[in-house]
């Protein structure tokens, strides 16, 4: 499909120069390549920039895709630049794609293929294909235009560029979210950060694939047979959406108005705190996935299914118990009254990690004021005599050197004027 942009695209890139295109180009001629042609969101967010004029960001890394062997292309490449210029970062023979560097700017090159999914939301059996082909397995209409690097014109077979212009969201078929459950999260995403708005069509099918699918049979699974799709593939789109996406907020509005978070957890799905908590764990520095799903009924097993770190599985188990212990010691009001060194020696006795505290701060536990001071100022206070000092005066290692620093570090603890750390932290709603 030729369109009225086409003779502004190449020429109009902002960090792409018209002779940065052309060596890959000649590098393809040299390679034997007879198709390539740039692909995917740099394309996108061009023709939004062209047409709607919206602001655009600089591009890091770009797809491009071939009908050919991309290892081949690569070394090409890579002959033409220099290995001043150039880098092979990765060969993937599985998917037939490469990962280069050039002048810094990260290069996905990728044969054409289509991909049948002989089990729903599993791996894909792939064969190489036509470029037209392969845009056809993407995830929405929008991503699957390419450029033609030759001839300088889009290829649009499913009308990505009409959606653009009407700043819709489109599935490209019918199957998209069974195929993979989590282009709903992508969904998401581009619909908060593009302000575009999800097809009917796009709304009827996730809403219908939740209800229909098993999840539940995936849920119980043994966390080796669960499919990628809700495991690791959604772990990934996750963190993409917390700690890459800025409008994340809206984004997560989108899910649970979809009722797409079931994908991880019905707790989570009818959490309404949710966005608090991620704010808080941004706050605190702590992973935003772990803090989302620290409200799931079982949040370690979530943590597992997600293939999580063992690190913040072992957070979740803590915290789950840290956040029991306290509403416990709320519920009986046996806190009233307490000062600091006792908040202090209520905390620490369990030799907690501060993670699994902040982690309780995020749950929004209901003495998290009391812990978020500990957090961030009362365990920072120290006694002003070291162990080292200590052990220069005489003093011996073992338990009473332990009560010496227990009971100098309290002497700091009662001269630190309560309230002093009351404002250290803004509301975060």
Partial sequence: MVTPVNRELINSFPVLTESFLKNLVKAADQAGVKRIALVGGIIRDHLINLTLKQS???FYDLDLIIEDQPEKLAKKIRNLLGDSRVSII??????????????????????????????????????????EDDLSRRDFTINAIALDLRKNELIDPLDGFEAIINRKIQFIHSKSVAEDPTRIIRAARYAA??????????????????????????????????????????????NILLKKEENWKLAIEYLQEWGALTLIDQKIQDDNNLKRRINWANRLGINPLTALIA??????????????SHSDQNYLRESTSINKHFHSLYCSKATEGWDIQRWCKEIESANWSPTSIGITICLGNPLWKQLLRWWGRWRLIKAKTTA??????????GPA?????????????????????????????
Wanted: charged letters at 30%; aromatic letters at 6%; hydrophobic letters at 35%.
């Fill in 388 to 397: 080292k000092e200590l052990l220069s005066k005489g003093w011996k290692p």
């Fill in 401 to 429: 050197l332990g009560q010496e620093l227990k009971r100098l570090r309290e002497i700091e603890l009662r001269e630190y004027r309560k309230g002093s750390n009351s404002n250290s932290f803004k509301k975060v709603n």
């Fill in 56 to 58: 655009q960001k600089d």
């Fill in 295 to 308: 409200n799931a009924v079982n949040p370690v097993d979530i943590a597992k299914r997600l293939d999580l």
């Fill in 90 to 131: 990765n060969i993937n023979n599985d998917y037939q794609t490469v990962e280069l560097k050039i002048d810094g700017i990260s290069v996905d090159i990728a044969r054409a293929r289509v991909e049948k999914y002989l089990i729903l939301a599993s791996n894909p059996e792939i064969n190489p294909t036509y470029i």
């Fill in 193 to 238: 950060r593009l302000k575009f708005e999800l097809s009917t069509e796009s709304l009827n099918q996730i809403k219908s694939t939740i209800k229909l699918c098993p999840w539940e049979y995936y849920l119980k699974s043994n966390v080796n047979r669960i499919p990628p799709a809700i495991s690791t593939r959604l772990q990934k789109e996750l």
